[in-house]
């Protein structure tokens, strides 16, 4: 039988991959036969030689807030490769401490122009190659957050994160029926670097999580099946990646 999840001579955009959950995606996907494109403000060297052992990727460095960025990018996929098969908008950053009243308006910005305008600046640039060639699948990286909100994190993540929903659903409805797919993973606590956690907390938080924490191979792995053809029919939803914690 095949395997209906391998992804040999696709090539692979993936922002933020230099560590932690990207890196752990653009991994996954190399593995499967992709060939890899990352895009960070970030050095990604490291990501590259990991997947130069066995595959093909290349780096640069660029910032997905900035439109003209998001467009070199792609451009850079299309100029080695000839096409854009796979976009997977990882590149996003924390969320500051705060509260809404006491929330600076820079860390505000900020927030939103990474997290969410960067997730259009990339799809709107992919989307030109993908359609034109009929076939693609978007993966945006949104997060349990976007439903739940906490006391002292700043809501510009949550709405970020929320407004990354907004923006799967929103392509997948315009560009189904032109051959692309576009769909959104939104993950619980994924323990990609260390935390600084005592190993009481640590102890503590890993508790609320039945099936455990996740790591960035489990989110890498959920991308590779989105942008498989074993999800052929899968566009506009949203994965939920919880390991069995209810909250």
């Known amino acids: 039988m095949n395997d209906s999840t391998r992804l040999d001579g696709q090539v692979a955009i993936v922002t933020g991959a230099a560590q932690g959950i990207g890196q752990g995606i653009a991994l996954v996907l190399a593995a499967a036969g992709a060939r890899i494109v990352i895009g960070d403000i970030q050095d990604a060297s490291n990501t590259v030689d990991q997947i130069q052992a066995e595959g093909e990727a290349v780096c640069m460095l660029m910032d997905t807030s900035v439109p003209a960025d998001a467009r070199r990018l792609v451009q850079l996929a299309v100029d080695l490769h000839g096409k854009v098969d796979i976009l997977v908008n990882n590149a996003a950053i924390d969320a500051p401490d705060g509260n809404a009243w006491d929330l600076p308006d820079d860390e505000w910005q900020r927030t939103i122009d990474v997290n969410l305008t960067g997730v259009f600046n990339c799809s709107k640039a992919a989307l030109g190659p993908m359609l034109a060639q009929s076939s693609g699948c978007i993966v945006n990286i949104s997060s349990r957050s976007a439903e739940a909100g906490a006391k002292g994190l700043s809501p510009a993540y949550n709405a970020s994160k929320a407004g990354v929903l907004g923006l ?80």
Do not use: C, K
């Open 168 to 247: 799967t659903r929103g392509f997948s409805a315009q560009v189904a029926e032109r051959g692309v797919r576009v769909n959104a993973i939104m993950p619980s606590l994924v323990e990609s670097r260390d935390f600084g956690w005592t190993p009481d907390y640590a102890a503590e938080r890993r508790a609320e999580y039945p099936l455990g924490t996740g790591t960035p191979n489990d989110i890498g792995e959920a991308v590779r099946y989105l942008v498989s053809p074993a999800a052929r029919w899968v566009s506009g939803t949203a994965l939920q990646l919880t390991g069995g914690h209810q909250g």
